[in-house]
């Protein structure tokens, strides 16, 4: 008999994503969520230890004395969700770019006059290691409740050797005072700093020479992301700084296509990068080109929403065999939420995504895309027991109930976090 300290049961849909071993989940297989009906996970000192029907896994363990036992019934478990890429710390906040956007100005034009991410900069070079922790407490708090439980935080508000490891050490400090599990990436080709205004290449020169290194010398990041994009960096400069990072041992990520077509899916799959990230105007040669190489496409449709631009084309791309996955893009500007049920709602109704595929994108993918997947991301044996309740019976609701998180339990590492 198995022992065991903490026991969910007769939940009405359990939603397992069993499987992992196969690889990101890809066509058809994004949509097969392993459900089993009155279903109970057990675990013991924060890892599953069985998964099945409820008599079955009732048979299987023994309850320690003192365990905790959750009632599932007419609710629906699954995986916490693991957020594959967010902007996570940050000083200051940018509300009136909200509404100057709504007046009328883009993204590019607020951001070519000083707005937007280098606004954003000088707010975070202003506050200390101490500050954005503190920031970043309150809004891990928010994201644990809304039910994530793995979340990638990036840097890329301080470009400067000494803001970028003030801002990846407060990533470590916050992962580890806080229940919900980060992941850092090195994202310093974010944006041009100020004092290297009209020199990029500069610039670029300083990511490879001195960031980077004191980056992976600390040990700061898994990660390195670029932003590669018209006012950003150029696909060969983004192509030097992911090499340049990959020798260090750090794996490329990428922002691509996310305002135009830069051929940043093809290049995501040339440098094998782990996810290439927003996509919305993506060629089918760079798509085939990710598919090809297995490249996972993370969609961010409240970017999309947000900026009010065309959704990324999640049809086509699982169509075509890219394995995709979702995430809240969560940053002072393009995307001001860390919700993942408004993220999977909207990449149903805006993607026409099933909300099966949106919940696996939200989980085994999402961990597939930040090297987690046998860690987290579905529940079976041995992985860790991070499980949320939703006061739902059928899974399909989370996607329906838009901005209405129907989040009950949070339970991370076999521990009740939110109740
Ligand atoms: O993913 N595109 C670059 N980075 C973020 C936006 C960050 C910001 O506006 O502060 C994004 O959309
Ligand atoms: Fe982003």
Redesign the pocket.
């Known amino acids: 008999m198995l022992s065991a300290d903490l026991i969910i049961e007769h939940a009405s849909e359990l939603i397992t994503l069993a499987g992992y071993h196969a690889g990101p989940r890809t066509g058809g297989s994004l949509r097969d969520l392993g459900l089993i009906a009155d279903g109970a996970v057990a675990a013991s000192q924060g890892r599953i230890v069985a998964v099945g029907p409820t008599p079955q896994v009732r048979d299987l363990v023994r309850l320690e004395p003192a365990s905790t036992v959750v009632d599932a019934r007419g609710c629906v478990v699954l995986p916490g969700f693991v957020d594959p890429?967010t902007?996570l710390v940050?000083a200051g906040g940018?509300a009136d770019e909200f509404e100057m956007r709504l007046r009328g100005a883009t993204?590019q034009e607020i951001?070519a006059a000083g707005g937007?991410?280098l606004r954003?900069v000088a707010a975070t070079r202003g506050a200390d290691e101490e500050t954005l922790v503190r920031l970043g407490l309150a809004r891990l708090d928010r994201m644990l409740r809304c039910g994530t439980t793995t979340a990638e935080v990036k840097s890329?508000?301080g470009l400067s050797v000494g803001d970028e490891i003030k801002q990846l050490r407060a990533i470590r400090r916050l992962s580890q005072l806080h229940q919900v599990d980060l992941i850092a990436t090195v994202?310093a080709a974010?944006a041009v700093p100020v004092e290297f205004k009209g020199d990029p290449d500069g610039y670029v020169a300083a990511i490879i020479g001195q960031i980077l290194p004191a980056v992976a010398e600390e040990g700061l990041a898994e990660f390195c992301d670029v932003?590669c994009?018209e006012g950003?960096f150029t696909p060969d400069q983004a192509r030097a700084v992911l090499r340049a990072g990959a020798e260090l041992g750090l794996v490329p990520k990428l922002?691509a296509d996310?305002?135009s077509d830069q051929g940043g899916a093809a290049l995501a799959a040339e440098v094998g990068a782990v996810s290439a990230?927003?996509l919305l105007y993506s060629s089918e040669d760079g798509l085939a080109a990710m598919a090809h190489r297995g490249t996972v496409a993370v969609l961010?449709p409240t970017?999309a929403f947000f900026l009010g631009l065309p959704y990324a084309s999640a049809r086509r791309m699982i169509e075509m065999g890219v394995p995709v996955a979702l995430a809240s893009?969560f940053?002072?500007?393009?995307?001001p939420t860390w919700a993942m049920p408004a993220v999977i709602s909207l990449a149903c109704v805006g993607m026409k995504m099933l909300p099966a595929e949106a919940v696996a994108a939200a989980t085994i993918n999402a961990a597939w895309a930040v090297g987690r997947a046998c860690d987290v991301g579905s529940l079976e044996a041995g992985k860790s027991a991070d499980m949320l309740v939703l006061e739902v019976s059928d899974y399909r609701e989370l996607a329906m109930h838009i901005g209405a998180p129907t989040v009950r339990t949070v339970v991370k590492r076999g521990r009740v976090v939110v109740q």
């Open positions: 890429h902007h940050f940018r993204y951001a937007g991410i954003t890329g508000y994202l974010h932003f994009e950003a922002h996310e305002l990230d927003h961010l970017t893009d940053n002072p500007g393009s995307s």
